[in-house]
């Protein structure tokens, strides 16, 4: 069974605080992504990675920073947590072709307080 | 990224069709039309894709438009678990090495009544 798996499915931390959220796959995919998921608003793309130490910005990376140093591994990284951070954390992998699906971890819900 | 429209939530009968429109009028040749959906409290799950032939699986039905700027996903006999946000996205047929940003829009609310 192909896997997708987020290190925490809830998470509370404090503001100010730094904040790792860890992303792992097992299906020796090239590129790896983090959203987050508000009300109304959908999920938004944070960042993604097409390659080992590779990063693109998505649509709203400020007060974000992301890591892959090993193919199965992206970490997305919250440098000064803020209450607004506070969100669902999706994270997704696929292979690099567009004709191929898409895989998501359960998310993390993280709550800045 | 070429963009997708849908509309916000689509109200069904549980055991009766249900036709989700897709439209994508800037899509280009080279881009395969996704859908997803995401049931509640769990990540996007995939449902089909297709690039320009009507497709079938499973879960459900992909049916494009000739000109490729509108598409319709089918649930032949809809159920209460099928109430869920569902996402029409465009993904290019090689990324190569370069970028895929997998842009999601807000979905369709599909709300299905028993």
């Known amino acids: 069974d192909v896997k997708v798996t987020q290190s925490s499915r809830y998470l509370v931390k404090r503001t100010g605080e730094k904040v790792f959220l860890e992303c792992v796959q097992d299906?020796?995919?090239?590129?790896m992504f983090w959203y987050r998921q508000d009300p109304g608003l959908g999920l938004r793309l944070i960042y993604f990675s097409y390659d080992v130490k590779m990063k693109e910005k998505g649509d709203i990376p400020e007060g974000y920073s992301v890591s892959r140093e090993k193919k199965e591994r992206f970490s997305l990284i919250l440098e000064s947590a803020s209450t607004n951070q506070t969100s669902m954390y999706l994270c997704?992998?696929?292979?690099?072709?567009?004709?191929?699906?898409?895989?998501f971890g359960q998310g993390t819900r993280l709550t800045v307080v | 990224d070429a963009k997708t429209t849908q509309p916000n939530s689509m109200e069904s009968n549980e055991e009766e069709p249900v036709h989700l429109p897709c439209n994508h009028s800037?899509?280009?040749?080279?881009?395969?039309i996704h859908w997803y959906r995401q049931l509640p409290s769990q990540g996007p799950e995939y449902v089909i894709h297709?690039?320009?032939s009507n497709v079938n699986n499973r879960m459900a039905s992909l049916a494009i438009a000739e000109d490729r700027k509108s598409s319709t996903l089918i649930l032949h006999r809809a159920t209460l678990r099928d109430a869920a946000v569902y996402y029409c996205i465009l993904r290019a047929v090689d990324s190569g090495g370069g970028a895929d940003g997998l842009t999601f829009g807000k979905g369709t609310h599909l709300i299905i009544q028993p």
């Open positions: 299906m020796d995919h090239e590129n």
């Open positions: 800037t899509i280009s040749g080279t881009d395969y």
């Open positions: 297709g690039l320009t």
């Open positions: 997704a992998s696929s292979p690099n072709r567009g004709n191929t699906e898409a895989f």
